[in-house]
């Protein structure tokens, strides 16, 4: 699989996928204003069953391949002086599906508070999980990543 790209933000939790931004999605991200209405990421099912509208069955799908998920769904935490579309003001109503499509923001902006001199860091929409570790340094923020620790669940 490819390295993990940024497809969502809610809070201190940045969220990457591995399949294509434009094919990931999430409950309701096509609602806006996202922050009021937007899920996470959907993972990968094992198993689901839906309706084929041709043939008017109810069959069964999944989103594994030889006993692995098709994508991985992986998250960071992040602190520092950067902002989202929702901390913008006047208010911006954008959806989840907007900011993916690079159309009017980036997940994540420097603060204009930040005192570090020069333009302003940007994190746009399908960023890779290891420049978005350096552009949030960059602006002075840290990223926090999840280690396992034997016997204890995740």
Request: aromatic residues 12%; proline residues 7%; contains cysteine.
């Amino acid at each position: 699989m490819s390295e993990p790209i940024l497809c969502y933000v809610s809070g201190v939790w940045a969220f990457f996928t591995t399949q294509a931004l434009e094919d990931q999605w999430g409950d309701d991200w096509n609602d806006a204003p996202y922050e009021h209405n937007a899920g996470h990421p959907y993972e990968a099912a094992e198993s689901f069953h839906y309706f084929h509208r041709e043939s008017g069955e109810l069959r069964q799908g999944s989103h594994w391949t030889d006993g692995k998920p098709n994508w991985v769904i992986s998250r960071v935490a992040f602190d520092g002086p950067l902002e989202s579309p929702c901390d913008d003001y006047p208010r911006r109503s954008l959806s989840v599906e907007d900011i993916n499509r690079r159309k009017q923001v980036p997940w994540l902006i420097e603060s204009k508070y930040s005192h570090r001199p020069g333009e302003a860091v940007k994190i746009w929409a399908g960023t890779p999980l290891s420049e978005f570790r350096l552009l949030a340094q960059k602006a002075g923020g840290t990223v926090y990543e999840a280690v396992e620790v034997e016997g204890v669940p995740s």
